[in-house]
């Protein structure tokens, strides 16, 4: 490891915003706060909106800025990344923001029953491979209840144009109730100015991707608690790069 993430680390440990529960310790250490945050960290009875996969934080700090009223929680399990987003919250003073450092396939054992309000996915690897690390999978999608309200709120942002087909196929196999989609964001009429407002927080990954010229995707879906849910069993023309500058790795052209 380099010395700047090292620095980055050992900074990390001093942020009050910062929770650092990575697999192996949630394994040994069971995170005092689940079904406690508001009481415990916000001290308040706000919603809460999860990004996962945060990155360098860019939309939880800045939804965190335009709604006072809310708190949010930004997760990805790169630290040195999210040292950028924590700094800035703090440097703010930003209250209603805070950072988990952990894995996302372990994410319900972080929260209680009806904690989380709404759930945003900003630009997360598409996994064209492996359907069960996708964030929109059934797989997360299960997990995502265990914490949500009932019918709380999903949204998908993203370059990917296999990740998008694959939501979208997951939301009608399952008929989870649409509030929106667009696949090329910024061309869109009709976006209230609040919405639009939000959508126009841009991450340091989809500016690379709209100097590329590629279209960003948006869709926001409901997400019940009862029913089962099944995978869609569909070919998906598959991406044909993996991130900035970077062609895919595989030769096939299509994956469900």
């Known amino acids: 490891m380099s010395k700047g993430k090292l ?9 009050k915003n910062v929770f650092q ?11 005092p706060m689940k079904g406690r945050w508001r009481e415990d960290y916000f001290h308040n009875d706000n919603p809460i909106v999860l990004e996962l996969g945060c990155g360098k934080g860019e939309y939880a700090v800045g939804l965190a ?25 703090l440097e703010m003073g930003l209250g209603n923001v805070a950072f988990l450092r952990t894995n996302i396939e372990i994410i319900d054992r972080f929260f209680g029953p ?7 996915l900003t630009f997360s690897d598409p996994q064209m491979k492996n ?3 996708r964030l929109s999978s059934t797989f997360f999608l299960d997990r995502y209840r265990r914490f949500l309200t009932d019918g709380g709120t999903v949204h998908l942002k993203t370059d990917s144009n296999f990740l998008f087909t694959y939501t979208t196929l997951m939301v009608e ?27 126009a927080i841009q ?18 879906f409901c997400l019940p ?7 869609p069993d569909v070919e998906i023309p598959l991406d044909d790069y993996r991130s900035y500058y970077r062609s895919k790795r595989s030769s096939l052209e299509f994956s469900v």
């Open 7 to 15: 620095q980055k680390f050992a900074e990390m440990e001093t942020f």
């Open 131 to 133: 359907p069960r690390k």
């Open 65 to 89: 800025q335009l709604y006072p009223e809310m708190n949010f929680i930004g997760v990805d399990i790169k630290g040195a990344r999210m040292h950028k987003g924590a700094k800035e919250a």
């Open 203 to 220: 991450t340091y990954y989809e500016r690379q991707w709209m100097e590329r010229g590629l279209n960003i995707r948006y869709m926001k």
């Open 225 to 231: 608690r009862e029913g089962r849910l099944e995978e």
């Open 114 to 120: 009806d904690e989380v309000a709404e759930i945003w």
């Open 21 to 31: 529960y990575p697999y192996s310790r949630a394994e040994q250490e069971p995170f």
């Open 173 to 199: 196999k399952n008929h989870l109730p649409l509030l929106f989609r667009t696949e090329d964001l910024y061309h869109t009429d009709g976006i209230d100015e609040a919405t639009r407002r939000i959508l």
